[in-house]
């Protein structure tokens, strides 16, 4: 049972556009809820994580919109930059177990 | 600070032989997690060790081992390799900030 959903399975956007990738939850057991960014050869990065006290998040270009109502979270990246061309995963974790549950993962290409 | 450091990095075997992926946490993390990644499958969690228990397990049969040390190193064990277990293998070791990963070890069966 795939417990985060996640949205596109790809997207390209020009240099200076806003990417946009969303995610969806069913375990409402999930406290905790990090976007990841991976390079090809490189494991996944922490990029920014957000807990469901709090609707909206911002580090730099990078800002997580969370609707606990809907259990959907997106990752908004602005200014999107060629060097932000990775794949985006979206995780959720929480309740008794220690793990991250993952989402299918985003190919963002971003063009010069 | 040193990050989280798997080794080998790459890995052949051939079908039925076993292999040891090793994992060095950030120091002071004492929870290690091991997820497998693959192109069909995404990121799929193996197993989390704390404190040299074995905390939570993943939906892998038993062929997927693993332990940690006294020191927080951990290594996860594969035995009668299968086509299928051909995947890039990551560890993880976390904190109450979060978890890091290291590069992985990619793992090809043939």
């Known amino acids: 049972q795939q417990q985060v959903k996640q949205s596109p399975q790809s997207l390209i956007v020009q240099k200076g556009g806003i990417s946009i990738i969303n995610c969806a939850y069913e375990n409402t057991a999930f406290d905790y809820f990090p976007w990841y960014q991976q390079f090809p050869g490189k494991g996944p990065a922490l990029l920014i994580a957000?807990?469901?006290?709090?609707s909206e998040k911002k580090e730099g270009r990078f800002t997580i919109s969370f609707n606990k109502s809907a259990k959907q979270f997106s990752l908004h990246i602005m200014d999107s930059q060629p060097g932000d061309s990775a794949t985006y995963f979206c995780a959720a974790e929480g309740g008794s177990a220690r793990q991250l549950t993952f989402g299918s993962g985003t190919q963002l290409t971003v063009l010069p | 600070k040193a990050g989280v450091t798997q080794t080998p990095r790459y890995l052949i075997k051939t079908r039925g032989q076993q292999v040891t992926l090793s994992c060095s946490p950030i120091?002071?993390?004492?929870?290690v997690s091991w997820y497998q990644q693959t192109p069909g499958q995404g990121l799929q969690f193996l197993f989390e060790y704390f404190s040299e228990t074995q905390r939570n397990k993943g939906n892998f049969p038993g062929r997927f081992s693993g332990r940690q040390f006294s020191n927080s190193r951990s290594e996860m064990n594969v035995s009668t390799l299968e086509l299928g277990d051909s995947a890039l293998y990551l560890c993880a070791s976390s904190s109450e900030y979060g978890y890091t990963f290291g590069s992985g070890t990619r793992l090809t069966v043939v």
């Open positions: 957000i807990r469901p006290d709090v």
């Open positions: 120091s002071g993390h004492r929870s």
